[in-house]
Nanobody, 122 residues
Framework: QVQLVESGGGSVEVGGSLRLSCAYT?????MGWFRQAPGKEREGIAN???????NYADSVKGRFTISKDNAKRTLYLQMNSLKPADTGMYYC???????????????????WGQGTQVTVSS
């Protein structure tokens, strides 16, 4: 059984930074971060495989960094140069590969945290 608990969300001004953490128990091959803005679908923004290979959505590439500390059993998302469009509920998730790599589709993630809110104001 995999359990996930996010922390680190909050309010920040445009251009600021936040680091999200996700403490996990159990293990799966893929772990990822998703976000959901009000009235929009949940979207995958970053994921990482057990071998350390990471993938990013175009909307966050170059600004966000996903990492995982296996010893601390914690997944991180470092978010820099934040924009109002980054506002939303952020979820960490654990799942399995699709087509040989970690997917951005929620369908392939069986375990979810409760979410942490990120608000970026201008």
């Amino acid at each position: 059984q995999v359990q996930l608990v996010e922390s680190g969300g909050g309010s920040v001004e445009v251009g600021g930074s936040l680091r999200l953490s996700c403490a996990y128990t159990g293990s799966t091959y893929c772990m990822g971060w998703f976000r959901q803005a009000p009235g929009k679908e949940r979207e995958g923004i970053a994921n990482i495989g057990s071998g350390g290979r990471s993938n990013y959505a175009d909307s966050v590439k170059g600004r966000f960094t996903i990492s995982k500390d296996n010893a601390k059993r914690t997944l991180y998302l470092q978010m820099n140069s934040l924009k109002p469009a980054d506002t939303g509920m952020y979820y960490c998730a654990a799942g399995w590969v699709s087509g040989g790599s970690c997917s951005f589709r929620p369908l392939y993630y069986a375990y979810w945290g409760q979410g942490t809110q990120v608000t970026v104001s201008s």
